[in-house]
């Protein structure tokens, strides 16, 4: 069991907007530690997609974007591609420990 | 070009030990902290162990605290985790990672850099 709470699964067509959900506590996310995203397509290493609730890092294109408000924080997918297919791990911190969440599996219809 | 080159991996026996390596390279080394994260076959990411710059403080998950040790040797640019006690839960691809800011407030920054990974397995 995650201290971060994701879906296991999202799905949407290309072209559309998808969102995934990070639910967390007032020991993490509510105690104002950053929330970062990562993407790790099949038999990859994760990506850093978002970091800081809302940053992106240098490559990483504006179709992706994050949100943060009280316990729980969102990745935003728009205009989504064939390519984005992936799984999604949101992460942040909790007494001195890295927490993730259990992941969410994107399906591009 | 920024990287981490992790190797030690393989297969060993429940109560064995392993240590692996991070080679690093194209960024200062000393300035960052670094993590060890795995994933079991199937299964979400795990953080395992960090470090800060200097090589104190560490940190350590719960399910591996006590067995495992996570050093650094800055003059040779390489991260290093000792696994001992090894247990059949512990079979996974090990990935060192760089955080983004070379910051006291790491954390709050990300995991930019990843190596390709390392596979353990504990079998008998």
């Known amino acids: 069991q995650s201290v971060l709470t994701q879906p296991p699964s999202v799905s949407g067509a290309p072209g559309q907007r998808v969102t995934i959900s990070c639910t967390g506590s007032?020991?993490?996310?509510?105690?104002?530690?950053?929330v970062h995203w990562y993407q790790q397509l099949p038999d990859r290493a994760p990506k850093l997609l978002i970091y800081?609730?809302?940053n992106r890092p240098s490559g990483v294109p504006d179709r992706f974007s994050g949100s943060k408000s009280g316990t729980s924080a969102s990745l935003a997918i728009t205009g989504l591609q064939a390519e984005d297919e992936a799984d999604y791990y949101c992460?942040?911190?909790?007494?001195?420990?890295?927490?993730f969440g259990g992941g969410t599996k994107l399906t591009v219809l | 070009e920024v990287q981490l080159l992790e190797s030690g991996g393989g297969l060993v026996q429940p109560g064995g030990s392993l240590r692996l390596s991070c080679a690093a390279s194209?960024?200062?080394?000393?300035?960052?902290?670094m993590s060890w994260v795995r994933q079991a076959p199937g299964k979400g990411l795990e953080w395992v162990s960090d470090?800060?710059?200097?090589?104190?403080?560490?940190y350590y998950a719960d399910s591996v605290k006590g067995r495992y040790t996570i050093s650094r040797d800055n003059s040779k640019n390489t991260l290093y985790l000792q696994m001992n006690s090894l247990r059949a839960e512990d079979t996974a691809v090990y990935y060192c990672?760089?955080?983004?800011?070379?910051?006291?407030?790491?954390?709050?920054?990300?995991?930019?850099?990843w190596g390709q990974g390392t596979t353990v397995t504990v079998s008998s």
């Open positions: 990672a760089k955080w983004l800011a070379a910051a006291a407030n790491y954390y709050y920054y990300g995991l930019d850099v």
């Open positions: 194209g960024f200062r080394f000393n300035k960052y902290a």
């Open positions: 470090i800060r710059e200097s090589g104190d403080p560490t």
């Open positions: 007032n020991s993490n996310i509510g105690a104002g530690y950053g």
């Open positions: 800081g609730n809302t």
């Open positions: 992460q942040s911190y909790d007494s001195s420990h890295v927490i």
